[in-house]
């Protein structure tokens, strides 16, 4: 599945989040995965292969119903630091 996802472009911030439903339903099918969830979703943002903006519509309404809930609580932490370093970098664009 990783091979798959790094020959495709990044996922534009206005894209619904399908990398991500992709990711979570593999996480949820393959229970040995699931606890490396969150370590995953932060390779694939660092790498530029999962853009935030759709990694945070997954996150708050554009999950699958296939272990939504534990995974979302797993990546709830990646979450809010994302969140946070957005909403920093546009501070920062914003004095400039």
Known sequence: MLAQLSHRRPEPDSTPPRYSNTIQVWCH????VG????R????LV????L???PLVYWYTKGHKAQG??????????LIK???EQDEEDSDEDESD
Do not use: M, V, W, Y
């Open 29 to 32: 099918d393959n229970p040995k």
């Open 35 to 38: 606890p490396a969830f969150p």
């Open 40 to 43: 995953l979703l932060k390779t």
């Open 46 to 49: 660092g790498a530029d292969i």
């Open 51 to 53: 853009s935030t903006g």
């Open 68 to 77: 939504a809930e534990q995974l979302r609580a797993k990546a709830a932490p």
């Open 81 to 83: 630091f994302l969140q």
